[in-house]
């Protein structure tokens, strides 16, 4: 799945768990669950990257670095960094791409994940509804 959507559905998870300690725990076991769909990949390592961080950077200015939105989205999309830092790889193999092998390729058009990604992060990213 998309990095987009990994922190996306990390931020969801986040914010309806209302607990930091659920977002983090719930992270990478979305992002299991996203990879298993399957789905189509973005090629462009370059696009993956910036774009899951304009997620993250756009959560932590709306929200802040410590909601639970935005730990949700970093502990969901953290998985995919095993692709871009070798020492995340030791012998060589990643643990969640290749040891418990869930990656699964597919239907899901990339487009639709990057606008389903778009439409959860804006939705968490407006005016905060105030409780009472
Ligand atoms: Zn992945």
Do not use: C, N, Y
């Not at 969801?12 to 990478?28: D, E, F």
């Not at 992002?31 to 789905?39: I, Q, S, T, V, Y």
């Not at 910036?50 to 999309?77: I, N, Q, W």
């Amino acid at each position: 799945m998309i990095v987009a959507l990994h922190v996306a559905t990390g931020a969801a998870a986040g914010a309806a768990s209302g607990s930091r300690r659920a977002a983090v725990l719930l992270g990478p076991i979305l992002h299991l669950a996203g990879d298993r769909l399957p789905h189509q990949d973005i090629r462009s390592r370059r696009f993956e990257i910036g774009s899951g961080l304009a997620g993250v950077l756009l959560l932590t200015a709306r929200r802040g670095p410590l909601d639970p939105a935005t730990l949700g989205a970093v502990a969901s999309s953290a998985p995919d960094l095993e692709h871009v830092l070798p020492f995340l790889r030791p012998g060589g193999r990643k643990l969640f791409h290749d040891r418990l092998g869930w990656h699964h390729s597919g239907r899901f058009p990339a487009a639709l994940q990057l606008l389903l990604a778009g439409a959860i992060l804006v939705a968490l990213s407006g005016p905060r509804r105030r409780a009472g």
